[in-house]
């Protein structure tokens, strides 16, 4: 079992940086595959970006390429979305989400845990 807790949402302007943290329990995270997810009001969710067991290779979905950046420290049990340029129609919850499914994964339904979500605002 994982716990996720994401954490370092909030109300940003238009072009600036935000940084989500992630944080699991547990003593197997270097066992997972990490993702970002997120959902807007009225849409369905969708990837963001996800990350390897090692943390040596990511992937992005092409709305968010070049402007984020995810990483993980296994140490402390944690993945990071450090998010830059940012742009209104970034706004949503994002969530956190841990696979157990070798490789990056793009798709929801492989995911096996999932945290509470945190809001992301950009404003205009």
């Known amino acids: 079992q994982v716990q996720l807790v994401e954490s370092g949402g909030g109300l940003v302007q238009a072009g600036n940086s935000l940084r989500l943290s992630c944080s699991a329990s547990?003593?197997?995270?270097?066992?997972?595959?990490m993702g970002w997810f997120r959902q807007a009001p009225g849409k369905e969710r969708e990837f963001v970006a996800a990350?390897?067991?090692?943390?040596?290779?990511?992937s992005y979905a092409d709305s968010v390429k070049g402007r984020f950046t995810i990483s993980r420290d296994n140490t402390k049990n944690g993945v990071f979305l450090q998010m830059s340029n940012l742009k209104p129609d970034d706004t949503a919850v994002y969530y956190c989400a841990a696979s157990k499914v070798l490789g990056l994964q793009q798709q929801g339904l492989l995911y096996d845990y999932w945290g509470q979500g945190t809001q992301v605002t950009v404003s205009s």
């Open positions: 990350v390897s067991r090692t943390g040596s290779s990511t």
């Open positions: 547990g003593r197997t995270f270097g066992s997972y595959g």
